[in-house]
Nanobody, 119 residues
Framework: QVQLVESGGGLVQPGGSLRLSCAAS????????IGWFRQAPGKEREAVSC????????YYAESVKGRFTISGDNAKNTVYLQMNSLTPEDTAVYYC????????????WGQGTQVTVSS
């Protein structure tokens, strides 16, 4: 069983920055991709960014391109999401997730970390 733990959320002013971390433990050798998702009250969950565990290729939602950067550490057991130029529309609970096949569903999830952007 893979365990994912998010951290780094908090309250930040508009225009500010946060860096989220997703630490993985347990069996991770079958990982194919790590993704960051977010969900705000009354809205559907949306994919924010993903990174391939094999070649490091990345994906970004149009709403965060140029502002967010996804990266991993040398051991590929921690993934980061650097978030810059934050706006109130970025307020949500952010989740990291892992999938184990190239085209499969994300089937391992963390518990989430709250990001609030407010003045």
């Amino acid at each position: 069983q893979v365990q994912l733990v998010e951290s780094g959320g908090g309250l930040v002013q508009p225009g500010g920055s946060l860096r989220l971390s997703c630490a993985a433990s347990g069996f991770t050798l079958q990982s194919r991709a790590i993704g960051w998702f977010r969900q705000a009250p009354g809205k559907e969950r949306e994919a924010v960014s993903c990174i391939s565990s094999r070649d490091g290729s990345t994906y970004y939602a149009e709403s965060v391109k140029g502002r967010f950067t996804i990266s991993g550490d040398n051991a590929k057991n921690t993934v980061y999401l650097q978030m810059n130029s934050l706006t109130p529309e970025d307020t949500a609970v952010y989740y990291c997730a892992q999938k184990h096949t190239p085209s499969g569903d994300f089937d391992s999830w963390g518990q989430g970390t709250q990001v609030t952007v407010s003045s």
